[in-house]
Antibody, heavy 123, light 107 residues
Framework: QVQLQESGPGLVKPSETLSLTCAVSGASISSYYWSWIRQPPGKGLEWIGYIYYSGSTNYNPSLKSRVTISVDTSKNQVSLKLSSVTAADTAVYYC?????????????????WGQGTLVTVSS | DIQMTQSPSSLSASVGDRVTITCRASQGISKYLAWFQQKPGKAPKSLIYAASSLQRGVPSKFSGSGSGTDFTLTISSLQPEDFATYYCQQYNTYPLTFGGGTKVEIK
């Protein structure tokens, strides 16, 4: 059974960097794409980006200048860093496994999700 | 970015009702559409991909249809566990984008 578990500080100060980790169990991180998705309280879902185990990434242009997603294959973990945060970055952050579903040739469907972690940006 | 518009944004229905939710893409996305169910305080759950293919373990009361720009999610007979918010998502083009959600409430 694939399980994803996000962890990191629940409170980040404005202008600082948000850092989260996603621990993956039940699946090798080297076989799939891994994504971060966020959801502001009471609002909809926003895709942040994905990473492949090789290090190849694809980011949402709206966040690209501030986002870094990385992978640690030895720990089976994926990480997210979001710099220069503001109150608008307050959200539940989810990590998810992203599938390549035929006939698509690139990853696009999140089939397994972590339970999410709430990050509040406030001084 | 491709804009995904869901309608209605909320609906009230009774147990046993047939419910249909619509999702429209701002440009053609072939069949690269997924549906998710989200219950309060929980992560979204993948229901359907490729517009009409059920994820493993998802009951057949859920069905999806459509291609191009117009898509529907149908729940054939609403049960208490189906009251939730449903989201569509396109994966034809990056960035991946989601609809605003449809909240299905008990009448």
């Amino acid at each position: 059974q694939v399980q994803l578990q996000e962890s990191g500080p629940g409170l980040v100060k404005p202008s600082e960097t948000l850092s989260l980790t996603c621990a993956v169990s039940g699946a090798s991180i080297s076989s799939y794409y891994w994504s971060w998705i966020r959801q502001p309280p009471g609002k909809g879902l926003e895709w942040i980006g994905y990473i492949y185990y090789s290090g190849s990434t694809n980011y949402n242009p709206s966040l690209k200048s501030r986002v870094t997603i990385s992978v640690d294959t030895s720990k089976n973990q994926v990480s997210l860093k979001l710099s220069s945060v503001t109150a608008a970055d307050t959200a539940v952050y989810y990590c998810a496994r992203l599938e390549v579903v035929v006939p698509a040739t690139m990853p696009g469907v999140a089939d397994y999700w972590g339970q999410g972690t709430l990050v509040t940006v406030s001084s | 970015d491709i804009q995904m518009t869901q309608s209605p944004s909320s609906l009230s229905a009774s147990v046993g009702d047939r419910v249909t939710i619509t999702c429209r893409a701002s440009q053609g996305i072939s069949k690269y559409l997924a549906w998710f169910q989200q219950k309060p305080g929980k992560a979204p759950k993948s229901l359907i991909y490729a517009a009409s293919s059920l994820q493993r373990g998802v009951p057949s009361k859920f069905s999806g249809s459509g291609s191009g720009t117009d898509f529907t999610l149908t729940i054939s007979s609403l049960q208490p566990e189906d009251f939730a918010t449903y989201y569509c998502q396109q994966y034809n083009t990056y960035p991946l984008t989601f609809g605003g959600g449809t909240k299905v409430e008990i009448k």
